[in-house]
T-cell receptor, first 114, second 114 residues
Framework: KNQVEQSPQSLIILEGKNCTLQ??????????LRWYKQDTGRGPVSLTIMTFSENTKSNGRYTATLDADTKQSSLHITASQLSDSASYIC?????????????FGAGTQVVVTP | ETGVTQSPTHLIKTRGQQVTLRCSSQSGHNTVSWYQQALGQGPQFIFQYYREEENGRGNFPPRFSGLQFPNYSSELNVNALELDDSALYLC?????????????FGPGTRLTVT
């Protein structure tokens, strides 16, 4: 069973609107959580990284939140643009991972339409 | 651009053949991780190389092997190709092997096995 679950699987939003993506994880003990943006056929690009003590992190129009107690994170996209169309992947690392092993979610495919 | 390059961009092989994929890490990075990403899925960790030694391995059979060279570039070799090996293969470089360090992904190699 995947230790990182993302929802929704996909969504379509109108340009200029906001949206929120969800990530639930069971990785324990927890070290950090990252959100990546992956354009079709390209490698993922990091948007935010949060450790246990951080509740929120912003990167431009992207804002990530983390609730380590409920093991949930969200990524909020404000005033979406056509260039936001991509897959958004939640990645969680555990403290036992002395090497860089990351648990990847399956991603949420976002399509922004004019 | 992350500074991580991969070659080739696309590759078509026949079942049973062998393939070698290449990755040049970002300048100054000594760690390379390889991932397999099936269509519509998140990346799956294959293995990681740190200073020319394998530093961790995911749930992949021994026919997936790798190398890291003194300049920290890396190869992924896959023997006896199977149809299910068709995927996007990503490499990511980082300053060190632990999950504290940011990974920078290359654009990927799209492998199709027929």
């Amino acid at each position: 069973k995947n230790q990182v679950e993302q929802s929704p699987q996909s969504l379509i939003i109108l340009e200029g609107k906001n949206c929120t993506l969800q990530c639930n994880y069971t990785v324990s003990p927890f070290s950090n959580l990252r959100w990546y943006k992956q354009d079709t056929g390209r490698g993922p690009v990091s948007l935010t990284i949060m450790t246990f003590s951080e509740n929120t992190k912003s990167n431009g129009r992207y804002t990530a939140t983390l609730d380590a107690d409920t093991k949930q994170s969200s990524l909020h996209i404000t005033a979406s643009q056509l260039s936001d169309s991509a897959s958004y992947i939640c990645v969680v690392s555990g403290k036992t991972d002395s090497w860089g092993k990351f648990q990847f979610g399956a991603g949420t495919q976002v399509v922004v339409t004019p | 651009e992350t500074g991580v390059t991969q070659s080739p961009t696309h590759l078509i092989k026949t079942r049973g053949q062998q393939v070698t994929l290449r990755c040049s890490s970002q300048s100054g990075h000594n760690t390379v991780s390889w991932y397999q990403q099936a269509l519509g899925q998140g990346p799956q960790f294959i293995f990681q190389y740190y200073r020319e030694e394998e530093n961790g391995r995911g749930n992949f059979p021994p026919r997936f092997s790798g190398l890291q060279f003194p300049n920290y570039s890396s190869e992924l070799n896959v023997n006896a190709l199977e149809l299910d090996d068709s995927a996007l293969y990503l490499c990511a470089s980082s300053l060190a092997g632990t999950s504290d360090y940011e990974q920078y992904f290359g654009p990927g190699t799209r492998l199709t096995v027929t």
